[in-house]
C-alpha cells in the first residue's frame, strides 16, 4: 500500500510529483498487475467519475480499476448533472463529500479548474483525467510505466513525441515526467502544430532526425475537436508528412518502440498494420493504464485531504 508523507494529500492533478513518488506508483502498479484477481479493501468505498468531455479508454480504466479495488462507482456527465441548472463544480464537489464520495476522478474542458478547487478544499480528493489542454498525469504516468517495463530504466532514453503538440495535454504530462527521470524528451511535427511554450522544455526536431535517434516515438493524436482553423490539409496529407510508417519505422533504432495515447486515427498518426506490430506497446499501455490507476486510486484514498 501506497504510504502518504505527513502533510501531502491524495489529489493529482498534474505530473508535478518527485521521481520517488513515481517510482512508488510504478512499484504498486507492479503488484496489482502480478495479482490481476486482486481486490484492493475498498468494498464501501465511493469514486464519482465526472466526464465532462468524451472518453472511452480513460473512462472505462478507471472504472474497471475502481472495481478491482472494490470501490462502488457512480458515474456522471454533464448534461444529467445540476451544472445544466446553474450550479457551480465546488458546489458538485461539496455535494459529492457530502454523500460520501471518496474521490473524484474528473476529465473536463477547463484548464486550471481543478487546481482552483484543490486550492478551495472540496472535501474529497480529485484526479486529473484530462483537463483541456493542461494535464493528463495518469496517461503520462501508464506512458512511463509503460517504457519502464520495457527497458527496465527510464534515465538515458531519447523519446521523441510527435504529432498535435499545441493542443496535447498528453505531450505537456509527459515532458515533466520523462524529465524527473532523467529521459530526454524531443519533439516534432506539423509547423502549424508547434509549440513555443514546449519547446522552452524540450528541443524542436524535424521528424527524420527525431526518429533516427529515439528509442521510443510517442505519436499524438491529432485533436480536430480543439483546432479552431484548419492546420493541415487532409489526413492523408498529414500521413504523408509526419504519419509513422514502414519506412519510417525502418528508420528508427532496432530496439525503438511505438506508443500512442488513443484513440488511434489508423492512417493518419500511424499506418494501420503498424498499431499491433511487435514493437509496438499501444495496447500495453491500455492494460498498464487499469494498474497505474489502481495505484493512483489508492494514493487518493490513502492520502486523506
Known amino acids: 500500500m501506497i504510504q502518504i508523507q505527513t502533510g501531502q494529500t491524495g489529489h493529482l492533478i498534474d505530473t508535478e510529483l518527485t521521481r520517488g513518488e ?3 506508483l510504478f512499484e504498486r502498479a507492479s503488484i496489482f498487475r502480478r495479482s490481476p484477481a486482486h481486490r484492493g479493501g475498498y468494498e464501501g468505498r465511493l469514486a464519482a467519475n465526472l466526464f465532462f468531455e468524451p472518453s472511452t479508454r480513460t473512462r472505462l480504466s478507471f472504472e474497471v480499476a475502481e472495481r478491482k479495488l472494490g470501490m462502488e462507482v457512480l458515474c456522471l456527465d454533464e448534461g444529467r448533472s445540476s451544472s445544466v ?4 463544480f465546488y458546489d458538485t464537489l461539496r455535494t459529492l463529500s457530502a454523500v460520501g464520495v471518496d474521490v473524484a476522478v474528473i476529465r473536463h474542458s477547463g484548464g486550471g479548474l481543478l487546481a482552483e478547487m484543490v486550492k478551495r478544499s472540496p472535501g474529497i480528493a480529485l484526479v ?8 493528463h498525469p495518469t496517461q503520462a504516468l501508464l506512458d512511463l510505466y509503460t517504457l519502464y517495463q520495457h527497458f527496465g530504466a527510464l534515465s538515458g532514453l531519447l523519446v521523441a513525441i510527435v504529432g498535435d503538440l499545441r493542443h496535447s495535454r498528453v505531450a505537456r504530462s509527459n515532458l515533466c515526467a520523462l524529465r524527473a527521470f532523467g529521459a530526454q524528451p524531443v519533439l516534432s511535427g506539423p509547423e502549424s502544430m508547434r509549440d513555443p511554450a514546449l519547446e522552452q522544455e524540450a528541443p524542436y526536431l524535424p521528424l527524420d532526425e527525431a526518429l533516427r535517434q529515439a528509442d521510443a516515438v510517442m505519436l499524438l493524436r491529432i485533436q480536430l475537436e480543439r483546432h479552431q482553423e484548419e492546420l493541415f490539409t487532409s489526413p492523408a496529407d498529414y500521413h504523408r508528412q509526419f504519419g509513422l510508417t514502414s519506412e519510417r519505422l525502418e528508420r528508427m533504432p532496432a530496439h525503438g518502440v511505438i506508443l500512442h495515447p488513443g484513440p488511434v486515427n489508423r492512417g493518419v498518426e500511424i499506418d494501420g498494420q503498424l498499431v499491433e506490430h511487435p514493437r509496438s506497446k499501444i495496447f500495453d499501455q491500455v492494460e498498464n493504464g487499469v494498474w497505474i490507476r489502481m495505484a493512483v486510486l489508492e494514493r487518493a484514498i490513502e492520502g486523506g485531504l
Open 22 to 24: 513515481m517510482e512508488a
Open 85 to 88: 441548472k446553474g450550479e457551480s
Open 128 to 135: 486529473n483525467a484530462g483537463e483541456g489542454e493542461g494535464g
